[in-house]
């Protein structure tokens, strides 16, 4: 068919349409590629360049700032300090154990550390950073950084590390940090991811423990870049997490240094208390350790020494000791009887020297007896027989209530570690326990704190603290959290007369005031602060009757851990009650000539703000105790020794 002029016009005019659009998608096309390619090449060049070069991010944790823990004042008794440290990552290393030889070669280390760090590497996952070594020099660090390139997978970086300025004067209270184990892993239901990371460390003993998850914050992290053979090339971005709450206990670094200084090397405890609202000012179990050395990983030879002292440094003696309360536990039994309605304050008491019942003698510390005795001065002289027949008027059952009500028998809740309850029998205690019947001689033992009765100086301290105020006042470790004042409820009332109180606070008076006191060498002249107070002395083996006969061996003619425990409680000042302290010397001999001397120091201190002033003592004593505090100053805390003469 023959085309037309005019349709062959209509036919180009088609083709020029479609050829203009074919070319203007084409063109469009072409501009697209070439933004894309633009986009590629040059917008993100940098991006490629790297991944053009094997370069990997990884995403990694950041530790969280731990929480400090200050004393009640404000000052550090545990923080931290900054770390020079080196990480090798399994993933960017390669072969681990050559950059581990490379590494042994820039800084000191022993073939057993190689090893141990070799498995550590192993252990963990491929893209977890491990701690190879920790408190480099700068030199160290330096060297390590400078040789970089030789060394894929392994970083030089600054960290925190824990530090306990005050060492050895809150070892047992606040404790240490340690790395996780596995046991405490297995502890947690749902781990935090940070407790993963090799060598993090958490709280092992005490506060520290505790309160590990006030005080440990939360993980931040932090996206690196770094190339094929795992050298970091920049951190390209950083969500730091949140620190932990720092802690401000009760206790006062001041007190708890004299405290500690006071007690030298006795192996012994000391717990002062605020009478009002349970503060725990000083918690203080001697001898003591540094547990610095357990944060950089102590010794085999330092760690033995601790564990073979034979005065146990390593316990804490305040809250996990528990010892026969000896005469100390008197005023129990006294409210008890008193409470009960089986004697009045008048009642008395004839001291032969011993109680005869069913056929056995139940002796008085005084051989030849105290003749009648009131409930003051059975206090005042500490005569047992006394408390062998009130015991038996009120019964075991009456006596233990009463324990318990004095927070004796009783496990205090406090943040520290292997806080004991004591034991405050009863007869169904012992049925339960020896599957046998309570005894009258158990009774009478129990009486003056011997047989089954047993207690913390923590325990005796809230004991001396309720009896001084009449609450039921509980002890506190924490003041605050993170700034933040925790509220202290009114301690309610022990339900017990306020009459029969004071009869006790008289006799307790008595002890450390009057003329035949068994304290009265260790009295306050400074009658606006007048100590109350009750010395003991708890047998640790039996005498028998053989020798009883030839006479008693006295305990400096004993070995060391034969000799009797003494102990002391007491408040000041006797007529407005402040604060309550307790003290138990091991094997120290006496009460009144080991422990209550101890007490009036420490109390003394505490209502003074600072070292003792001599006209609080009585004229005779000033002499020796300014030598005494003198000496004090001077030595250290941790040995008892005095400071080496310098060389001219």
């Known amino acids: 068919m023959r085309r037309t002029p005019k349709d062959k016009e209509d036919i180009a005019r088609s083709l020029t349409r479609r050829t203009l659009m074919l070319g203007g998608a084409m063109t469009a096309m072409v501009a697209a590629l070439g933004v894309r390619m633009r986009y590629l090449q040059v917008d993100q060049a940098d991006e490629f360049r790297l991944l053009a070069e094997e370069n990997r991010i990884s995403i990694r944790l950041i530790p969280p700032t731990r929480g400090l823990i200050q004393d009640r004042n404000g000052k550090i008794i545990a923080g931290n300090e900054q770390n020079y440290r080196v990480v090798i990552t399994r993933e960017q290393a390669g072969d681990v154990e050559l950059v581990m030889r490379r590494l042994a070669g820039i800084i000191p280390m022993t073939p057993e550390e190689l090893e141990e760090t070799v498995n550590d590497v192993v252990r963990h996952s491929a893209y977890v950073p491990v701690i190879v070594r920790d408190r480099l020099s700068w030199d160290d660090f330096s060297k390590i950084a400078v040789n970089a390139p030789a060394l894929p997978g392994v970083l030089p970086e600054v960290g925190q590390s824990r530090f306990y300025p005050r060492d050895v004067d809150f070892a047992h209270v606040v404790g240490y940090v340690g790395p996780v184990s596995e046991r405490d892993l297995a502890e947690r239901e749902d781990p935090d991811p940070v407790l993963r990371l090799p060598k993090f460390q958490i709280g092992k003993i005490g ?3 505790w309160m590990d998850d ?12 770094v190339n094929a053979v795992g050298r970091v090339m920049r951190e390209l971005e950083r969500n730091e997490g949140d620190p932990g709450a720092d802690i401000r206990l009760t206790i006062d670094a001041d007190l708890q240094n004299f405290t500690q200084a006071r007690l030298g090397i006795e192996s012994a405890a000391v717990v002062v208390m605020d009478v009002q609202n349970g503060d725990v000012v000083a918690c203080v179990s001697s001898p003591s350790f540094d547990p610095n050395l357990f944060v950089r990983g102590i010794s085999h030879v330092d760690y033995q020494a601790l564990m073979e002292n034979d005065h146990r440094p390593l316990a804490n003696k305040t809250v996990s000791g528990a010892y026969p309360p000896g005469s100390t536990f008197k005023m129990v039994t006294a409210l008890a009887a008193l409470e009960a309605g089986v004697i009045d304050e008048n009642y008395r008491v004839r001291c032969p020297g011993y109680l005869e019942f069913g056929g056995r003698r139940f002796h008085c510390w005084s051989r030849g007896g105290h003749g009648t005795v009131s409930l003051t001065r059975s206090f005042a002289e500490s005569c047992d027989v006394y408390y062998y027949d009130i015991a038996q008027k009120v019964g075991i059952d009456k006596i233990a209530e009463m324990g318990r009500r004095l927070g004796l028998g009783v496990r205090h809740d406090m943040p520290m570690s292997a806080i004991t309850e004591g034991n405050m029998p009863d007869k169904a205690w012992k049925q339960q326990r020896h599957k046998a019947e309570w005894r009258i001689g158990d009774t009478i033992n129990a009486s003056i704190g011997q047989g089954y009765v047993l207690a913390s100086p923590l325990q005796l301290a ?3 603290a309720r009896i001084a105020s009449g609450r039921a006042v509980a002890p506190r470790l924490v003041r605050m959290i993170d700034g933040q004042e925790i509220p202290v409820p009114e301690a309610p009332s022990l339900g017990i007369a306020e009459s029969t109180l004071a009869a006790i606070r008289r006799g307790m008076d008595e002890v450390v005031n009057g003329e ?10 400074d009658v606006s602060m007048a100590l109350a107070g009750k010395t003991g002395t708890s047998q640790v083996r039996n005498i028998t009757a053989a020798e009883r006969a030839r006479g008693v061996v006295s305990n400096d003619q004993l070995p ?8 002391f409680v007491g408040f000041a000042p006797a007529a407005a009650p402040r604060y309550a302290v307790s003290v138990v010397v091991e094997h120290g001999g006496g009460g009144s000539a080991a422990a209550a001397p101890i007490g009036r120091d420490v109390i003394l201190y505490a209502l003074s703000g600072g070292i003792p002033p001599l006209d609080a003592y009585p004229a005779s004593q000033r002499g020796r105790i300014e030598s005494m505090l003198k000496d004090l100053s001077l030595r250290d805390p941790t040995t008892g020794a005095a400071p080496k003469a310098e060389k001219a």
């Open 207 to 209: 506060v520290e423990r």
């Open 214 to 225: 006030t005080l440990r914050g939360t993980a931040g992290t932090k996206k690196i870049e």
């Open 462 to 464: 809230v004991m001396t």
């Open 516 to 525: 035949r006191g068994t304290a009265k060498s260790s009295r306050i002249v």
């Open 560 to 567: 060391w851990n034969r000799r009797d425990h003494a102990l």
